[in-house]
C-alpha cells in the first residue's frame, strides 16, 4: 500500500488543462499524500475545535433536512471523526449504517450499526460491522481528503464512492464532510468521478 502520510517534499504541481488520465491521477496522489499528512498534523487543541465547528454545521444540516437512514464512517487517518455527534442523534431515533467493502473494485455495502455493535477490522484495519443485512442509506456522510469548488471530492482512490453512489438503487443525499484545508481549486474531474450534493467543513 502507497505510503499516504509522509508529507512530499514539495507541492505537487497542477497538470495542464488538457492533461490525459494518468498524468491526472499521478497529480491526485501526490496532492492525496500531502492533504492527508496536513491532516494527520493538525495539533489536538486546534483538531478539537475544527471538529466542534464542523460538528455544528453537521447537526444543522440533518436537522435541517431529517433522513431515514444514514450511512456514515469510522475515521481514518487523522479524518474528522462523526461518532460522537452521530451517537447523540441515534438516541433521539436517527438510523445509522457504516460501510463495509466486501471486493475491491466492487459497490460498499452498509450494514447497521449501533454503539455496542460487534465489530471486525476490514480493509486498512478500519472496523465494521461483523455481520448483519445490507440496508440502503437515503444519506451518506462522505469523508474527504480533499474536495473542489465544484463539490468533487477527492477521495482514497479506490472509486468506492463513486462506484457505490452510482450503482444504488435510488440516489443518495451526499454530504461531503471533512477539514477546509483540504480544498482545491479543481480535482480535474473524471467521467467517473460524481459530485456530492454539498460539502461540510470547519469553514
Not at 63 to 73: D, H, V
Not at 135 to 164: A, C, E, M, N, S
Request: glycine residues 8%; hydrophobic residues 40%.
Amino acid at each position: 500500500m502507497d505510503d499516504l502520510t509522509k508529507a512530499p517534499d514539495h507541492d505537487p504541481a497542477p497538470p495542464d488543462p488538457d492533461a490525459d488520465w494518468p498524468a491526472i491521477r499521478d497529480w491526485r496522489k501526490a496532492t492525496r499524500t500531502r492533504l492527508i499528512a496536513e491532516r494527520i498534523a493538525i495539533p489536538a487543541p486546534d483538531r478539537a475545535a475544527r471538529s466542534e465547528r464542523i460538528d455544528r454545521a453537521l447537526a444543522a444540516a440533518l436537522e435541517a433536512r431529517p433522513s431515514r437512514l444514514i450511512g456514515f464512517y469510522w475515521p481514518f487517518r487523522g479524518e474528522y471523526d462523526p461518532r460522537g455527534l452521530l451517537a447523540a442523534l441515534r438516541e433521539r431515533g436517527a438510523h445509522l449504517a457504516l460501510p463495509v467493502i466486501v471486493e475491491r473494485g466492487r459497490p460498499l455495502v452498509f450494514r447497521a450499526w449501533a454503539p455496542g455493535s460487534l465489530m471486525t477490522e476490514g480493509v486498512w484495519n478500519i472496523p465494521v460491522p461483523e455481520a448483519g443485512d445490507t440496508v440502503q442509506p437515503d444519506l451518506l456522510i462522505v469523508p474527504l481528503v480533499g474536495f473542489d469548488r465544484r463539490t468533487y471530492r477527492l477521495g482514497y482512490g479506490g472509486g468506492f464512492y463513486d462506484r457505490t453512489i452510482a450503482a444504488m438503487p435510488a440516489r443518495p443525499r451526499t454530504l461531503g464532510v471533512g477539514f477546509a484545508l483540504g480544498q482545491l481549486e479543481t480535482i480535474y474531474p473524471q467521467p467517473h468521478d460524481i459530485a456530492l450534493d454539498a460539502v461540510i467543513t470547519d469553514a
